[in-house]
């Protein structure tokens, strides 16, 4: 075949990639310039998955919000009911009993390790590691099997409650999860053996998707985008909550902020956080799970049967709701993907006069472009990956 015009066109090509796209984790749009196969703008349009999470929160009594918590990042849902708890508790003035603060501890990092697991082992499966992406999913089912026994529920688990969580942690839990470390820990060093030095999963991810510590910093990324720049920034060590404070834990950081140092910082993250489990567990004292408070803290069901007093104060407290003296603060967790944050305003009366949601995905997308813009329109699936953007907290 014969071509009358050697030259291949130099005009910029636009593309769509998205909003339904199988390697987009949610609906998500990518309005894309190409020059070739070189990405020179990518104007990055979320949304699509918005349910109006901040209003909808206005309808409800502030118990109520928690399930709806479970529906931002549904890969740690348990972190988004600790963030929650914490910022009206902030707001109350209470303090949990120490072993409630340790079983949400562990809750948490149970959640941070699936999230973790989650990410790193779809990203290992879109670049063609389909083994590695069953292995990390193998272990990922049995985190939430210890979920489901503690919790009932596998995602959406509304474990955790204001002054307290939903009950104490069940018999042979302790157990289950020291099992369970030790076949995770098993199957990540499998997961290293083929991949430490598999040449395509390591051409795909190193120097791609680079970000500089300073690019970071101007938007306000955390996680571990931002520490696999280098920078050292972690809620749980900068503003400790709960008992962080307490646990002997290192916080991963990576030096070159491409795709290949987030994902080793979030590997990392899981021995970490399996270690943060195990010192709660050891750690873990006796007594109550919930704040000794009438006013925020349902009656025993002996006194809700057994007398009209205990039956007008549950009845009082689901159908009027928690009554949060009025004020205003901001509480931040350190989530899977960076600083999750609520802050809330309450108005004296049983529902949230206004709530609002710092989603660490929803930040790192605004920056998006600057990790893809040079590179290939190849490199927008790992990049995007190792975001691990989740449509439920992005878009809210």
């Given at each position: 075949?014969?071509?009358d015009?050697?030259?291949?066109?130099?005009?910029?090509?636009?593309?769509?990639?998205?909003?339904?796209?199988?390697?987009?984790?949610?609906?998500?749009?990518?309005?894309?310039?190409?020059?070739?196969?070189?990405?020179?703008?990518?104007?990055?349009?979320?949304?699509?998955?918005?349910?109006?999470?901040?209003?909808?929160?206005?309808?409800?009594?502030?118990?109520?919000?928690?399930?709806?918590?479970?529906?931002?990042?549904?890969?740690?849902?348990?972190?988004?009911?600790?963030?929650?708890?914490?910022?009206?508790?902030?707001?109350?003035?209470?303090?949990?009993?120490?072993?409630?603060?340790?079983?949400?501890?562990?809750?948490?990092?149970?959640?941070?390790i699936f999230?973790?697991?989650?990410?790193?082992?779809?990203?290992?499966?879109?670049?063609?590691?389909?083994t590695?992406?069953?292995?990390?999913?193998?272990?990922?089912?049995?985190?939430?099997?210890i979920?489901?026994?503690?919790?009932?529920?596998?995602?959406?688990?509304?474990?955790?409650?204001?002054?307290?969580?939903?009950?104490?942690?069940?018999p042979?839990?302790?157990?289950?999860?020291?099992?369970?470390?030790?076949?995770?820990?098993?199957?990540?060093?499998?997961?290293d053996?083929?991949?430490?030095?598999?040449?395509?999963?390591?051409?795909?991810?190193?120097?791609?998707?680079?970000?500089?510590?300073?690019?970071?910093?101007?938007?306000?990324?955390?996680?571990?985008?931002?520490?696999?720049?280098?920078?050292?920034?972690?809620?749980?060590?900068?503003?400790?909550?709960?008992?962080?404070?307490?646990?002997?834990?290192?916080?991963?950081?990576?030096?070159r902020?491409?795709?290949y140092?987030?994902?080793?910082?979030?590997?990392?993250?899981?021995?970490?956080?399996?270690?943060?489990?195990?010192q709660?567990?050891?750690?873990?004292?006796?007594?109550?799970v919930?704040?000794?408070?009438?006013?925020?803290?349902?009656?025993?069901?002996?006194?809700?049967y057994?007398?009209i007093?205990?039956?007008?104060?549950?009845?009082?407290?689901?159908?009027?709701?928690?009554?949060?003296?009025?004020g205003?603060?901001?509480c931040?967790v350190?989530?899977?993907?960076?600083?999750?944050?609520?802050?809330?305003?309450?108005?004296?009366?049983?529902?949230?006069?206004?709530?609002?949601?710092?989603?660490?995905?929803?930040?790192?997308?605004?920056?998006?472009?600057?990790?893809?813009?040079?590179?290939?329109?190849?490199?927008?699936?790992?990049?995007?990956?190792?975001?691990?953007?989740?449509?439920?907290e992005?878009?809210?």
């Amino acid at each position: 075949m014969k071509l009358d015009n050697p030259e291949l066109p130099t005009e910029v090509m636009e593309l769509q990639m998205g909003p339904s796209h199988p390697a987009t984790h949610g609906t998500i749009k990518f309005n894309l310039k190409l020059e070739g196969e070189k990405v020179l703008d990518c104007d990055v349009e979320v949304g699509y998955l918005h349910r109006g999470f901040d209003k909808s929160c206005e309808q409800v009594t502030w118990t109520q919000v928690i399930p709806y918590t479970d529906r931002l990042n549904y890969a740690s849902s348990l972190i988004n009911n600790v963030a929650y708890a914490l910022a009206v508790e902030k707001l109350i003035g209470a303090e949990t009993p120490p072993r409630c603060q340790y079983i949400r501890v562990i809750v948490s990092e149970l959640a941070r390790i699936f999230d973790h697991l989650t990410c790193c082992g779809m990203a290992a499966s879109e670049l063609g590691a389909i083994t590695v992406g069953f292995y990390m999913i193998e272990a990922r089912e049995l985190i939430t099997r210890i979920i489901e026994n503690l919790t009932g529920a596998r995602l959406t688990v509304t474990y955790v409650r204001i002054g307290g969580v939903k009950h104490d942690l069940t018999p042979g839990f302790a157990e289950s999860v020291t099992a369970t470390f030790k076949t995770i820990r098993k199957l990540l060093e499998d997961c290293d053996r083929l991949l430490s030095r598999n040449r395509i999963f390591l051409d795909r991810m190193s120097h791609v998707g680079v970000i500089s510590k300073e690019t970071a910093l101007n938007y306000c990324l955390t996680g571990p985008i931002l520490r696999a720049t280098g920078v050292d920034y972690d809620v749980r060590k900068t503003f400790p909550y709960l008992v962080y404070d307490q646990m002997d834990f290192e916080v991963p950081v990576g030096s070159r902020g491409d795709n290949y140092d987030r994902f080793l910082c979030r590997i990392r993250e899981i021995e970490q956080s399996m270690k943060i489990v195990e010192q709660a567990l050891e750690k873990l004292p006796v007594g109550p799970v919930w704040i000794d408070d009438p006013r925020f803290v349902l009656p025993e069901k002996e006194k809700v049967y057994g007398s009209i007093e205990g039956l007008m104060h549950h009845f009082k407290i689901i159908m009027e709701g928690v009554q949060v003296p009025a004020g205003e603060t901001y509480c931040a967790v350190e989530g899977g993907n960076g600083e999750l944050g609520f802050y809330v305003v309450s108005d004296g009366g049983g529902k949230p006069y206004r709530l609002r949601v710092r989603p660490p995905c929803f930040i790192a997308m605004g920056a998006f472009h600057r990790m893809i813009e040079g590179y290939m329109v190849a490199d927008i699936i790992p990049t995007f990956g190792m975001i691990n953007m989740i449509g439920g907290e992005c878009d809210r």
